[in-house]
């Protein structure tokens, strides 16, 4: 069993950056794969980023390739998602998971999830 809470969310204007952080409850973060997903108003959940259990293996989406960065400290059991040149479509509410033990980027693969932090970015 893992509790996952996200902080770092806010306001932030077009080309700004923000980090978010998900730590985690538990002895085991370390054997967790991690992820991150957003969710925009009326859609389902979207994989945004993913990272392996010792960090050396990370996946993006296309739409945040090269703009944001998944990284862990399995020391402090926490996961981080850097976003950097943020552009108001990014604005939804980020959430992270664990325990992935199917494709990484569909999100039922996960056993367990965070309670979200919204970010939204202004034009």
């Known amino acids: 069993q893992v509790q996952l809470v996200e902080s770092g969310g806010g306001l932030v204007q077009a080309g700004g950056s923000l980090r978010l952080s998900c730590a985690a409850s538990?002895?085991?973060?370390?054997?967790?794969?991690m992820g991150w997903f957003r969710q925009f108003p009326g859609k389902e959940r979207l994989f945004v980023a993913y990272?392996?259990?010792?960090?050396?293996?990370?996946y993006y989406a296309d739409s945040v390739k090269g703009r944001f960065t998944i990284s862990r400290d399995n020391a402090k059991n926490t996961v981080y998602l850097q976003m950097n040149s943020l552009k108001p479509e990014d604005t939804a509410v980020y959430y992270c998971?664990?325990?992935?033990?199917?494709?990484?980027?569909?999100?039922?693969?996960?056993?367990?999830w965070g309670q979200g932090t919204q970010v939204t970015v202004s034009s």
């Open positions: 538990g002895r085991t973060f370390s054997s967790y794969a």
């Open positions: 990272i392996t259990k010792s960090g050396d293996i990370t």
């Open positions: 998971a664990a325990d992935s033990r199917g494709s990484y980027y569909f999100g039922p693969s996960y056993g367990y």
